[in-house]
């Protein structure tokens, strides 16, 4: 089956946002080992929105759209793809209860066109959103001018990310596999502290002659994350075919590895403090709240995260972690000794099973020979004492502040996590 | 002109990259007031490539393909544009010096392959890349098989983003504005507070009838951006063209707008403190870090803040900020009361000339009917006292937690920008 991406939307073509629907879609298409040549983008103008979706219905099986759906009267995919299949619209009744229900919830009225968003091709599938108000829907049958194309699937989903990506893995990706015969499981294997062309030098191997399951490392924020894809005639099927796969790569890349579907870095780290019941606190200079922010990014943080202190001042670092002035006069703010007196005051004034510190220059100013952009110092108090690390961030592309402080977060919530492993409550 | 975005290469396809350059190309053509209509994405795949090309020609009078430039047998895209024009190639001395004096530069052998990328279409224009190897071109004629379409240009351009967008700046945006004799200048008002259809209610006579210069509004990130774009035979011209329409958006929505040109609430924040002199402090619960994080995003922050205090736990608030166990009792952790022992107790320890804090419920778990997600106090201490705010934030689309902190840390940074307005060092 042949897919195409058209994802509709002026604010695409003036450049105003990033099409990350297409790239999100074109991901979980090769996923689901189905083909995609083509992507386009057209603006919500009737005329080119037609045109645009006959070229794709002429390359491919099916098409999968975005955007359109909204209430005004410029959002015209529903309408536009119902004429191709020769559907009149219909009230849904379902769509339009869940829309009031909306309404209400958040206290407005709802306005007359709003009941638009509720009218669907006859025989439609409809996928309801739970994000929004606009459902997803699928119509399949042939062309009424192009009859002899055979069989055509037209995909609409909403535009706004938050909408269409839970829409798609809840929806699309069981409609799609349906049409297959075959069940498709990912895992992804989260690694961190390795690079993506050194994953797959290790990788190599089985990238190139294994076909099911298919192996697919991805460089993500400074992250690696390889997704293992297997396809069967069911999933407890597809989960033994992954399974030896996922044993290989963990035994290769072991010591990088920080979880299996684990989503991210923070995760891990929130999760594996909840498992052992314990709590951290972060003391930050360079990262500016970042690890906290990340770290509170997680619901049900505030079980094991109490306090951050962001500490941009010197001042600060004395006054509120105890920092000896003696310290910052001897060695600097930015010393593996600040970063030492920063994690354990924080661990100090907290109560916190352990404290993670951070200490560094982000840039673009503030860089000497001797402490050059980039130089970074963690550190990592627990029961047991407290380590501290170097790390030197400035190198090829990182150079730059918002990759700098990222990466800096990254690795201090890495050398937490490690650090909780190694603790009991 | 018609301009059209042609992107070429098989990791777009797949999903394992973000078609950044379709979203860079569209905004700088939007800028030079050039319209576009339609942006695909194709293979590296001979016969693919030369249908979606010649589909982009017969739509547009100017297509701009990224990628496939490199030395190896399957980059066609130069070859392919050639043909089109029925243009032999030829190897362009200059760019093949370029070449070696890259590779004797980086230590390299320069194998065969890449002399390659020194072959062009007779008759093109050569953009030099000072990123990378592949030069850039344009080739300007009529095709040879639809000459009745008229004069075309191709213009082509290296896929990396890092090598593509410098050569856009330095080389594209002249040649396109040698076409249109005219010259573009952009300003954007960045407003806050409203929605964009608000906005557009507001400036929708304007919007509707106005040619020179244009009027667009945009949301991002819980904010909207008003771009207003005017053309000229010169810059100044366009200057003198663009400012009464301004000085008339500032008319109607000025209690909304935080700044022109300023790029986003933190910054208008930091570089209105540094103008004036003055200091923040953040103590934040529910926004955990977000808006220290985003303050010291902006380079030279360190000038203006110096402790950001992250008090998610109750006992930290009071240990940290000294906000008193009677009123937490009293009035819980998320309240007007909590808030502002909050702010002011941050402006008391870091010695700050403000503070802003934030208190509230993020969800998705730990809301009541009485205190539902969502619910978010800000305090702003100053030396002329502390006012609260009470924000109701998880209306419509705005009720996941990401969104929630996201709006909250935006208001709070939005109101201590009001209050430093009122101060004077």
Chains 1, 2 share one sequence.
């Not at 390359?59 to 359109?68: L, N, P, S």
């Not at 619209?89 to 829309?99: A, G």
């Not at 309404?103 to 709003?114: V, Y």
């Amino acid at each position: 089956m042949k897919i195409e991406i058209l994802c509709v939307g002026t604010e695409i073509l003036l450049g105003d946002i990033v099409n990350t629907n297409a790239q999100f879609i074109a991901k979980e298409i090769a996923a689901l080992g189905m083909e995609s040549y083509h992507q386009s983008v057209v603006g919500d103008n009737p005329k080119r929105l037609k045109d645009s979706l006959s070229i794709a219905f002429s390359r491919a099986d099916i098409v999968i759209m975005t955007g359109g759906l909204g209430p005004t009267y410029d959002d015209l995919t529903k309408e536009t793809a119902a004429e191709f299949f020769g559907r009149s619209m219909y009230m849904h009744t379902p769509s339009l209860e869940r829309i009031e229900i909306f309404f209400k919830k958040i206290g407005r009225d709802m306005t007359e066109n709003n009941k638009k968003q509720a009218m669907m091709p006859e025989g439609a599938s409809i996928f309801e959103n739970h994000n929004g108000t606009a459902p997803g829907l699928a119509v399949r049958g042939k062309l009424i001018d192009h009859p002899e194309w055979g069989e055509k699937i037209a995909i609409l989903l909403p535009g706004p990310p938050k909408e269409m990506a839970p829409m798609f893995r809840e929806s699309v990706v069981p409609y799609l596999a349906a049409l297959s015969e075959q069940v498709f499981i990912s895992h992804e294997i989260h690694l961190f502290g390795i690079g993506e062309s050194a994953v797959e030098a290790e990788l190599i191997d089985m990238m190139e002659t294994m076909t099911n399951p298919t192996i697919a490392p991805y460089a993500k924020e400074g992250e690696v994350l390889v997704r293992v894809t297997a396809s069967a005639e069911n999933c407890e099927k597809a989960e033994e075919i992954i399974k030896p796969t996922i044993d290989t790569i963990k035994a290769r890349l072991g010591q990088y590895i920080y979880g299996v579907d684990v989503g991210s870095l923070q995760n891990a780290l929130v999760q594996l403090l909840r498992e052992k019941g314990l709590t951290i606190a972060t003391a930050e200079s360079c990262t500016g709240g970042l690890i906290a922010k990340r770290i509170t990014d997680i619901p049900g943080s505030s079980e094991v995260f109490g306090m951050g202190a962001v500490c941009y001042a010197n001042e600060i670092k004395t006054k509120l972690l105890g920092v000896s002035e003696e310290t910052l006069r001897m060695y600097g703010a930015v010393s593996h000794q600040t970063a030492r007196e920063m994690a354990e005051g924080a661990r100090r004034v907290s109560g916190a099973d352990l404290a993670v510190s951070t200490t560094g220059i982000a840039g673009p100013g503030g860089g000497t020979t001797e402490k050059p952009v980039g130089l970074v110092y963690v550190g990592v108090s627990t029961p047991h004492g407290c380590e501290t690390f170097e790390l030197r961030l400035a190198r090829g592309y990182s150079a730059d502040r918002e990759r700098i402080r990222w990466s800096a977060a990254s690795n201090a919530i890495s050398l937490a996590t490690n650090a909780v492993k190694k603790l009991e409550k």
